[in-house]
């Protein structure tokens, strides 16, 4: 249960401004939206000024650890030295690798290489060859604050077919990014994904998504690519979620490692790529937090 704020009572948001003054109009907008049919964030979604400071010093991190990689991969390098190379550059400045223990994730880090959608599992005995493509997805955690985001990488001579994945699944991403703004909603960023990436003959993964992050590692809403415009979660300023759609080259269908119960890899055995950005939806746009 909660009681409802009276206007001249302090804000739920610790502004210690009075209500009407502060989030009342914000929360009388929402309402509406939501009477309408939508679904819309609650107030533990929006993030608050403090909150917001915080996870950009977690991004800090997250971001030192892709350009430390981003500087230092090549081939001949095995994936356990990008593990070190994040769990270094991560506890040197004060953060936790998200992924560490997470579910009973061993490692710092997901590497995930070609046919790999995600969750791949950093070991000294995959080495990186010419012609790979890279997936480093990288997860920090500073006082508690989470920061999420991932790169794509090519190994020495790639394909054009694979760099033409690797580039279309990087313009899907921007192109999401294009439509976060406030109070439109997720499905406007999900058919923007999508459509460029059909319109490349590519093939979205459906059953895994993005999601909110920033308080905790996962949060809501979940995060998909397959819905329309003007569906899915309302973006209210203050949500904040990434944008990670894994694009195949072939079919969308996946199937887990059923050894180490988490790489993901498709079904028919041909590539993935995927990128992931932070963002934040703000009073005029978006920011993008992590990348
Ligand atoms: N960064 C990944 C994501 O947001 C999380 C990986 S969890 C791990 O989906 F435990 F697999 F690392
Ligand atoms: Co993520």
Redesign the pocket.
């Known amino acids: 249960m909660r009681v409802k704020i009276g206007r001249n009572d302090p804000c739920w948001c610790g502004s210690c401004k009075k209500y009407k003054n502060c989030h009342y109009s914000f929360d009388e907008k929402i309402a509406k939206i939501k009477s309408q049919g939508h679904i819309v964030p609650d107030r533990s979604m929006i993030k608050l000024p403090e909150q917001i400071a915080g996870i950009k010093e977690s991004a800090k991190i997250n971001v030192a650890c892709l350009d430390a990689v981003g500087e230092q991969i090549r081939a001949g390098m095995s994936t356990e030295d990008i593990d070190r190379i994040v769990y270094e550059t991560t506890t040197k400045m004060g953060g936790i690798p998200?992924?560490?223990n997470?579910?009973?994730?061993p490692?710092s880090?997901?590497t995930s290489i070609n046919e790999e959608v995600?969750?791949g599992?950093p070991s000294p005995d995959i080495i990186l060859k010419d012609g790979d493509i890279i997936n480093v997805?990288?997860?920090t955690i500073l006082n508690g604050y989470y920061s999420?985001?991932?790169r794509m990488f090519c190994i020495g001579e790639v394909p054009e077919e694979k760099k033409k994945l690797v580039q279309v699944c990087r313009e899907c991403v921007e192109l999401g990014l294009k439509e976060v703004k406030p109070w439109g909603f997720l499905g406007d960023m999900s058919e923007a994904v999508y459509n460029h990436a059909v319109k490349n003959g590519y093939s979205v993964v459906r059953s895994?998504g993005?999601?909110g992050?920033g308080v905790e590692?996962?949060e809501d809403p979940w995060v998909g690519y397959i819905f329309k415009r003007g569906t899915q979660m309302l973006m209210a300023p203050g949500l904040m979620f990434?944008i990670?759609p894994m694009v195949n080259m072939g079919g969308h269908d996946i199937v887990v490692d059923e050894e180490n119960g988490?790489t993901v890899r498709t079904k028919d055995g041909l590539p993935s790529a995927q990128w992931?950005i932070q963002v934040l939806v703000t009073e005029d746009g978006a920011e993008v937090i992590s990348w």
């Not at 997470?102 to 994730?105: D, I, L, R, V």
Request: proline share 3%; with cysteine; aromatic share 14%.
């Open positions: 998200a992924p560490l997470y579910e009973g994730f490692k880090v997901c995600c969750h599992i997805d990288c997860s999420d985001s991932s895994i993005g999601h992050v590692f996962h990434t990670e988490w992931e």
